[in-house]
């Protein structure tokens, strides 16, 4: 066997039981500091970081912070030992040191530094950020996430299987990537949005429990959790399968993720369920934070016949908060926040002493107060905040004053692990421009009451066996019960404005697979990448990919999208049309 010529040991493995023994270690030059005639130089590698001694400063000349080099040395027992470093009991005094790789002298930004560095510049340099130790962490991380998540998947009696890439284009809400081919010009492939054909197809194939860890692709724009173009997400199906079983499945596999990767507390078991209109109604949102205590009310019929401008005409939410010793200022910025939103501020009033005081105080009638005292059931000290607009902009601005009440006032406990289940979703929705008919959520689930409800309900009363999984307000997991028949899939794609040879073109696989015996099916997908943000207490989703896209969906270290050559788009029958001229 060939010995290594580059490294006998690992940067960060040496401890006390080492010293006296003759070592090489090879990684970067993490850091060079000379004090007297001895330099202390630390080195780094995948596996943590290591000092090493020189005593001759020549031996360093051409030697620069993040080249690659290997060292060989004598470890010693540490003089002044270092108690953050896993290695800081030891260090190597140094022999000799072979330069491998030689690092420009000014780095784009100081890698210990890296994380706070301006993110498109982190992007362009992805591979110095990942040096890193902190970046790098998460990385090891998500490996190690991916291995339980097969093992775990496995135990509950999952399979796994590989479903295509190379796909046809289907409507199933996001814009698709299309692929076009030598092999028939004019004609496309589809970069799959999720697997939802095939993990369905499986089932009619006989197979009981699916599980992939599927990449989607999604020609949408960025989020702070949502990452665009391609992501992962951890997708699975069960055949002969309820709503109750998806969800006690999704319990189990959520509940033993946390236990295994984190400390915090996570709530038990069954989740609680909420349906989505009480959501709305409680949380305006339907992915709350259930760490916040804070509950929205609508005001709107209690300020009927105001005489408060901002309030005529309009939908009105308040919120009850402690913040007696909040001042002036507290209120004045929560407004600006609403107006970053485009709302038109926060009204406020404070109850002190049985009276309200402060804010539109003074626009009250005695029944006003008479009612917000009832309707809040208020206590000495509280403070109502409220934001009145169209009904559709009040919701949203509800939920940033309730999320950012939330944080301001520090009543989420960030050592917990809050999960619920949305349910009961409206299975259509209204068109807002045209007035039409437009599916709510996946138009591939089960209406409650089948077929029937189909028609014989109003299609905006008609809910669905569709369900998603909120932890700490974000949605991991979306699912639902399959509509498996076919009459009920053409009625619904009609009823949503797809006539039956729509449906038969669009997804003639799952129409045809549907005439053969399909079974009783349901399943859901939980985002990995939004698991990994929860679990690493990290605000933007692009922290936990190796190699993630822009907020702009541009590969900044690559230089994607990037242009092709005019014979790459003769070869499969394109021409580009300047859309500015049209």
Known sequence: MQENIYRTHNCGELRIAD?????????????IRKLGGITFLTLRDHYGIT????????KLKDICKESTVSI??????????????ETGDIEVVAKDITLLGKSLPVLPFEI?????????LRLTYRYLDLRNPNTHKIIVLRAKVLNWIRNKMTEMGFLEVQTPILTSSSPEGARDY???????????YALPQAPQQFKQLLMISGFDKYFQVAPCFRNEAARADRSPGEFYQIDFEMSFATQDDVMRAGEEFVTEFFKTFSDKEICGKPFVRIPYKEAMAKYCSDKPDLRNPLIVHDLTTLFNGTEFNAFKGKTIKGIAVNAKDKTRKFYDE?????????????????YDNGEFVGGISKFLTEQNKKDLVSEFDLEEGQSILMVADEREQVIKLANVLRNELGKQLDLIDRNKVACCWICDFPFFEKNEDTGDIDFAHNPFSMPQGGIDALNSNDPFGILA?????????????????RNHQTDLMVKAFEMAGYDKQTVKDKFGALYNAFQYGAPPHAGGAFGLERLLMILTDNEYIREVIAFPLNKNAR???MGAPSKVSDKQLRDVGLQLIDKSKN
């Not at 010293?19 to 850091?31: D, H, P, Y």
């Not at 010693?76 to 270092?82: A, F, I, L, T, Y």
């Not at 998603?468 to 307000?473: A, H, Q, T």
């Open 555 to 557: 590969d900044l270290m």
């Open 334 to 350: 929560l407004g600006t926040t609403i107006v970053s939103y485009e709302g038109k501020g926060v009204a406020w009033v404070k």
């Open 178 to 188: 299309i692929v076009p081919t030598i092999n028939a010009p004019g004609e496309f």
């Open 465 to 481: 066996y569709q369900y998603d999984l909120v932890i700490n307000g974000y949605e991991t997991l979306s699912g639902a019960v």
């Open 72 to 85: 060989s040395g004598i470890v010693e027992e540490r003089s002044s030992k270092n108690p953050k470093m």
């Open 112 to 120: 210990s530094d890296s994380q706070n560095t301006k993110e498109e």
């Open 19 to 31: 010293c006296k023994k003759e070592v090489r270690l090879a990684g970067w030059v993490n850091s």
């Open 51 to 58: 000092q090493v001694v020189f005593d001759d400063e020549s």
